[in-house]
Structure formats: structure tokens, C-alpha cells
């Protein structure tokens, strides 16, 4: 059974950084796409980013580039995702979502290509 559990999500003020954790088990890390989505209240899931495997290219949101960093650690099964320049615009829950089979290159974005998911963390940015 696939399980998936964030950490990091918290109260932070406007400009200031954070990194959230994702501990993955029950799949072969080393093969799972991995990801990051979002959702703030009444707006649909939104994607962060996303790799397929460690050596390939890191998918970001146009709207995170340049602020936040997507990585994964084979070893420990976790990917993170460091946060820098938050604004409030960024609150929101973070989930992480995970998919045994490669994701196409065309559906890394599409959270219906995931089939894991997290519980999600909360992150809230102060103004």
C-alpha cells in the first residue's frame, strides 16, 4: 500500500521561506513520478511540480519558478520542495502525489495522473 505523508506546512510570514517534506513507501521510489500540487480555498488543486526520476528534467509552475525548488532523495524515498519568497498568494494546502507508472510528459500537470496523494500540509502566508 502506497503511503505518502507531508511535513513542513506552517504559519510563515510575507517573504519568508519554508521546505516540505514528503516521505514516501509501498512503491519503488526510483520509478515513481513524483510531485507537488496545491489547493487553496474555493480554487481547484493546482500543480507546484514534478519529476519523473532523479537525472531528469524538474517540472515547475510558471508561477513558482525562480522561488521554489522541487528535489528528491532516493535514498531516504522522500522529495522535498524548498519554498523562498512566499507571498500570500502561496497559501494554501500542499499535497504530494505520487504515480507507480511514468507519467507522460503531457499529463505531469494533470493531477487525474496521480494516483497517490498525501494528506496534505498547510501552509499560510502571512501579509
Known amino acids: 500500500q502506497v503511503q505518502l505523508v507531508e511535513s513542513g506546512g506552517e504559519l510563515v510570514q510575507n517573504g519568508g521561506s519554508l521546505t516540505l517534506s514528503c516521505a514516501a513507501s509501498g512503491l519503488t521510489f526510483s520509478r515513481a513520478t513524483m510531485a507537488w500540487f496545491r489547493q487553496a480555498p474555493g480554487k481547484e488543486r493546482e500543480f507546484v511540480g514534478a519529476n519523473r526520476r532523479s537525472g531528469e528534467r524538474i517540472y515547475l509552475a510558471d508561477s513558482v519558478k525562480g522561488r521554489f525548488t522541487f528535489s528528491r532523495d532516493n535514498a531516504q524515498n522522500t522529495v522535498y520542495l524548498r519554498m523562498n519568497s512566499l507571498s500570500p498568494e502561496d497559501t494554501a494546502v500542499y499535497y504530494c502525489?505520487?504515480?507507480?507508472?511514468?507519467?507522460?510528459?503531457?499529463?505531469?500537470?494533470?493531477?487525474?495522473?496521480?494516483?497517490?496523494w498525501g494528506q496534505g500540509t498547510q501552509v499560510t502566508v502571512s501579509s
Open positions: 502525489a505520487a504515480s507507480q507508472n511514468q507519467v507522460i510528459l503531457s499529463s505531469i500537470r494533470n493531477h487525474r495522473a496521480y494516483a497517490n
